[in-house]
């Protein structure tokens, strides 16, 4: 049995095929072949039942993944438990929603950078349901996303870490008018309803009875600015107020009554093996996010 080996048996788990798996281990799919067979010669039982198209866990391999989780995760944190307490090491693969990208977490990495240099730290961009099941998986050991709304992965546990509001955002030359009529009047840019923000946005919508017109659905913040900012319509993001202000081609208000608001929060799994290196990350974040 080797690590490698269980981190390809985890990918089968996630991506729920042997080419998928493949892919994402950077392996061939024979190889990838050979090490599950290896695997159920040392457990002496079967692991996927390959009578249908794409391979199904059994009861056997239901366990094997819950323990190769385990040991990973241990293993994992190996580097970050032996190092110095001024000093962490280790690797930490980090997930982040394209508004943390764009806003709080570029000055976090690098102060994180500065004060920690052997650390290594990779980044990945997604939606906060998709970077969720990647931590469940232990593809990512954390991922900075929206509080969770179900259905979401069970297993994880969350921190908080800073709170955007709700804005309506339209046109400036709409600066000084009530925004919220324009949302029933004008084309309506959608925030990605797959995103936990975009339901949010969704059912507060349907909470305040208006009926919008749908005319796009990004999952970009930037583009959805960029829209707006061209006449294009109107839209409902989450924002921090500080982003807000540097936007002159937006007017904006609060969307709803209380303003909406999410909170941003870091992710990761029950058993915690990188516990330390997320706990600075954590720390960074909330040293440089909006006040």
Same mark, same amino acid.
């Given at each position: 049995? +080797?690590? &490698?080996?269980?981190?390809?048996? #985890?990918?089968i *788990?996630q991506h729920?095929?042997? %080419? !998928? ?20 010669e ?25 323990r ?24 930490l ?5 394209p ?15 500065r ?9 990945s961009?997604?939606?906060s349901?998709?970077? +969720?099941? &990647?931590?469940?998986?232990?593809? #990512?050991?954390? *991922?900075?996303?929206?509080?969770? %709304? !179900?259905?979401h ?12 509001g709700?804005?309506i955002i ?16 004008q ?19 349907r909470?305040?009875?208006?009926r919008v017109?749908t ?19 109107v ?22 009554t209380p ?13 915690r093996?990188?516990r ?16």
């Open positions: 049995m +080797s690590l &490698r080996a269980l981190r390809t048996l #985890l990918a *788990a729920g095929s042997f %080419v !998928r798996a493949a892919e994402a281990v950077h392996l061939t799919q024979s190889a990838v072949s050979l090490q599950v067979r290896a695997l159920e040392d457990f002496n039982a079967t692991l996927f039942d390959r009578s249908r198209r794409l391979p199904v866990l059994t009861d056997a391999g239901h366990v094997a993944v819950e190769a989780r385990e040991i990973i995760g241990l293993y994992d944190s190996i580097a970050s438990e032996i190092g110095g307490d001024t000093e962490l090491r280790g690797r693969r980090i997930g982040a929603v508004t943390v990208l764009a806003g709080v977490l570029p000055a976090a990495l690098a102060a994180l950078g004060e920690h240099p052997h650390l290594r730290l990779t980044v961009s997604g939606m349901a998709e970077l +969720s099941t &990647r931590v469940e998986a232990g593809e #990512l050991d954390v *991922a900075i996303t929206t509080e969770p %709304v !179900r259905p992965p069970y297993g994880l546990v969350s921190t908080v870490l800073y709170e955007d709700f804005w339209a046109p400036a030359s709409y600066a000084g008018q009530e925004l919220q009529p324009l949302l029933q009047s084309p309506f840019i959608r925030f990605e309803r797959r995103a936990w923000a975009g339901r949010t946005i969704e059912r507060e919508l909470k305040m009875r208006l017109q005319s796009m659905e990004l999952d970009s913040q930037e583009a959805i600015i960029q829209m707006v900012g061209n006449g294009l319509g839209s409902v993001v989450p924002m921090a107020r500080e982003r807000l202000a540097s936007l002159p081609q937006l007017a904006a208000q609060p969307f709803g303003q909406k608001t999410r909170r941003l929060v870091l992710l990761e799994r029950e058993d093996p990188v330390k290196l997320a706990a600075v990350l954590a720390e960074a974040v909330q040293a440089h996010a909006p006040h």
